[in-house]
Structure formats: C-alpha cells, structure tokens
C-alpha cells in the first residue's frame, strides 16, 4: 500500500507542477520514499509562512539516489530526485 505524504512548495515550483513542465522532485530521503508513493504538494509561501488553499497529488514513477552520481556522496546520501506523474484526478 502506497504511502501519502504532504510536502511544501514555493509557488513557482507549484505552477511549474501543475502546468508540466516540472516532473521532478528534489528531495531529503527522510521520508522513505517509495515508487509509487503518492505526494500531495501544497502551495505554500515561506514569506509569509503560510498555504494557499492549492494542492496537487502526484505519484512518484521513479527514484534516483543523488549519491550515486553526485560529486563528495557523502554530503548527498540522504537526497533523492523523484520522477512524478501528472497532477491525479480527484486524489
């Protein structure tokens, strides 16, 4: 059973989500993230601390450990880049 997690997003992350041409997620692994885990992104705006009423669920397709292809892996071994599906409908 996948599992959901929420995350937060700068809005021109978010609109870059919804529109397409962002599919990818760079993230801290500290969540355990799984294929297909569902993320439910949520607009938010750290200026003013606070969420808009926008939100988008993704599923992840794909997961590459930063650490196998980045330079000093050490300093990466807990980030990942997630390849996302479309926005899901009703989810």
Known sequence: ???THDIK???DQFAALLNGSKRFEFRRND???KVGDLLT???YRIGSNTYTDRAATFEVLYITRCFDWLPNPNE???WV???LSEPLPNA
Do not use: F, G, I
């Open 1 to 3: 059973m996948p599992t």
């Open 9 to 11: 997003c700068q809005p």
């Open 31 to 33: 969540r355990n993230y």
């Open 41 to 43: 992104v949520r607009e």
């Open 76 to 78: 990466w071994a807990d």
């Open 81 to 83: 880049v997630m390849s």
